[in-house]
């Protein structure tokens, strides 16, 4: 895994419903910007379609 982010220039993270994202935070500490989508709280029956830090 080392190998790839130090090869990677951002990590992407599509997800519909993640936990703990544990691969997000690797990437964090091996100083890589992580973009991912907004998740939308469970029950809301929004998908969140949006980008995570998008104005809405």
Known sequence: MRAALAAA???????????????AMEAMAAGRPVIGTLIAPAGTGDAGNQLAGAAR
């Open 9 to 23: 220039q951002a990590l992407v993270l599509p997800s519909f419903a993640e936990g703990l994202p544990v691969v």
